[in-house]
């Protein structure tokens, strides 16, 4: 049974059966999307390092499957002509001036997303204020994982207004900093050495002519500051790695009688007043 | 020296001509004009490098010392060079004694500072802070000596030192010991157990191995209770022997191409997985099996695993008094529970027929580079 709610000289076909047959392939596109994003995220992690190569795939795959399934609606169900189609589009920018121009932002930033890949799924990277790993990109927003294990959905539409930076570009490895403040009566040489030890020996480190292990020393009034510099070859051990390397070193510290910076005499009389 | 190494006259045989050839100039230069130098030997674990080694002191005859590396290695500051106080000289007949393999009496009379041939160099580190020590000494000594040091070292062991302290720098020859091809593993086998091998036979395509086989894979049930579903799996190990079955007739043929992909090429782990294959005197493609493994490891036993695999041979107390802060006890437990070490009283290694498979999952971790 065919009930026409509208149709026109041009044939388009508003019927119940056709929106039923909408949302069906609304449905079953979600579905898919869902499905293949399941499949690859599994294959990528059975890659382990090499994940990447998969995990751009992701978002790609769920904009085909989605902009099919949009096609599919307006021209085969709906059957839209062109001047119907026009018309739609000034509904649509009557709609976005009534509240929905945030969402089409957000749709945008999502195909730029797609289309310019500054960051993909497994990527580290901090979006407006939060940092993490990305664990998808949507349509309307990226979601993140935070060191914290919070999962943070950032709407796509940051993307056009705020600076995105990007850990690791991509490559499993990413360069992890590390952190030490001595005593400027300390021995850095030594300190310098243990540092550098606990970089390249910890069982996250990757090493390589292009991905050194560095320490660096700043000077400062009341203490110095050591940075170890080191890649993890996957970027998921960063919490791992720094919490491996402090504390092997702040251990090798206490021994080697490597002080951490007293806080300076007039600090303590300010605080005392 | 290993258990498992393959004669130099094998190795030759099996087309390792340029690594002899590269060891023989070395030697030939201190013998002729007393040239020095600083030669490393690198192999993956029963690969044969000491094979390569006793080729040298063959050569050097009486001239050279040689000297096997343990764990302990790591405490010290490297073994004595000629020069040093503590260097025995294998030419003074007081002190000669059998640790120079295949001394003669013909007596050391080559113009050079001296040789020493230094096995297992990977022994001069440990992984933790304060573990470069012995490496560090040992570098220095042999960059300021006049001596021909021929060493050798665990290929994954070596990568990582040449990472985090340039090792290659120290050393002008690098004698790496490529993979074998299927002929150059026939050559090692007839190499290792003379003309008398046993009889190859056609067991038969079906029966022998099949092409798709029936794995189990385990389902909870409620109180504790599992159920295996069987699900066909393809025996890849077989499939790949395909691609030369139609270009060789011979069983054997088909039998060394397999024994090449099993072994990654590697000749130590060619002879233990033949010694596995022969069944009542005799042998053939389908009971040549490759080892198979559930390798999912935390990063303990991961890192054990890497420390098993560059070091060869490791003493599970010194790594436990090393890493006191990780479960090393129960992290070896886990290797053995999935027959990937071999454990003999507090010396652990890694099972030959196991090595590969363990590499791959190090490899796909990023531990090994």
Request: proline residues 5%.
């Amino acid at each position: 049974m065919v009930i026409a709610l509208q149709s026109n000289a041009a044939g388009t076909q508003f019927t119940v059966e056709n929106l039923v047959n909408a949302v069906v392939v609304v449905v079953v596109a979600y579905v898919l999307a869902r499905v293949l994003s399941l499949v690859l995220s599994t294959l990528a992690d059975r890659l382990a390092r090499q994940r990447f190569r998969v995990m751009f795939l992701i978002p790609v795959v769920k904009f085909v499957i989605y902009a099919g399934a949009a096609y599919l609606v307006l021209a085969f169900l709906f059957e839209l002509t062109q001047t119907q189609l026009i018309a739609f589009a000034g509904l649509f920018g009557a709609a976005l001036g009534l509240g929905l121009k945030d969402l089409l932002a957000d749709v945008v930033g999502g195909i730029v997303l797609v289309l310019e890949q500054p960051f993909q799924v497994g990527d580290k990277v901090t979006l407006d204020e939060y940092y993490g790993e990305v664990v998808d990109i949507g349509v309307r927003s990226t979601t993140l994982v935070t060191p914290d294990d919070t999962l943070v959905a950032v709407p796509n539409f940051v993307l056009f207004d705020k600076a995105v930076a990007n850990a690791n570009t991509s490559d499993a490895e990413m360069l992890v900093v590390v952190e030490f403040y001595v005593d400027p009566a300390a021995d850095v040489g030594r300190a310098v050495d243990i540092v550098e030890d606990a970089l390249v020996t910890s069982p996250y480190v990757y090493v390589s002519e292009a991905t050194p292990a560095t320490v660096t020393v700043a000077d400062d009034l009341y203490y110095r500051t050591l940075r170890g510099k080191a890649y993890v070859h996957d970027l998921r051990s960063e919490v791992a790695f720094k919490s491996d390397v402090s504390e092997r070193v702040l251990d090798a510290f206490d021994s080697e009688g490597i002080q951490s910076p007293k806080v300076p005499a007039s600090a303590d009389e300010t605080a005392g007043e | 020296m290993e258990n498992d190494t393959v004669p130099v006259a094998g190795l030759r045989a099996a087309g390792f001509g340029d690594e002899v050839e590269n060891v023989a100039t070395a030697v030939a230069g201190y013998l002729d004009d007393g040239a020095g130098g600083n030669v490393a030997v690198i192999s993956e674990p029963y690969a044969g490098r000491d094979s390569l080694l006793a080729y040298a002191a063959s050569l050097l005859e009486e001239d050279a010392t040689w000297i096997d590396l343990d764990p302990s290695a790591a405490d010290g500051t490297g073994p004595p060079l000629p020069g040093d106080e503590d260097y025995v000289d294998p030419t003074d007949d007081e002190t000669s004694d059998d640790e120079t393999p295949d001394a003669t009496d013909d007596g050391g009379d080559a113009p050079g500072a001296g040789a020493v041939i230094v096995a297992n160099c990977h022994y001069l580190f440990e992984r933790r802070i304060d573990g470069f020590e012995a490496l560090d000494a040992f570098l220095d000594r042999i960059a300021l000596s006049d001596a021909l040091v021929i060493t050798s070292w665990n290929r994954y062991a070596w990568s990582y030192l040449d990472a985090v302290r340039d090792v290659g720098d120290s050393f002008t020859t690098q004698v790496e010991i490529p993979r074998l091809d299927a002929d150059e593993i026939s050559a090692v086998i007839e190499g290792h157990y003379g003309p008398d091998l046993p009889d190859v036979i056609d067991a038969g395509r079906a029966g022998r191995v099949k092409t798709v086989v029936f794995d189990r894979h385990p389902v909870a049930l409620p109180r504790g209770r599992s159920v295996g579903i069987p699900y066909p799996k393809p025996n890849t190990a077989w499939v790949a022997s395909w691609s030369i079955a139609g270009d060789e007739e011979s069983v054997e043929a088909v039998l060394y191409e397999k024994l090449r992909r099993v072994s990654n090429g590697n000749p130590g782990v060619a002879i233990a997985t033949w010694d596995e294959s022969v069944r009542d005197g005799e042998i053939a493609p389908g009971y040549v099996e490759a080892f198979t493994a559930d390798i999912d490891l935390d990063t303990d036993a991961a890192v054990l695993l890497w420390t098993v695999i560059s070091m060869e041979r490791v003493d599970i107390d010194r790594v436990a008094a090393a890493w006191s802060d990780r479960p090393v006890e129960t992290s070896l437990q886990h290797l053995v529970e999935r027959d990937l070490v071999t454990v003999d009283g507090s010396a652990v290694s890694i099972r030959p027929e196991a090595l590969h498979v363990a590499i791959g999952a190090l490899e796909r971790r990023g531990l090994l580079w």
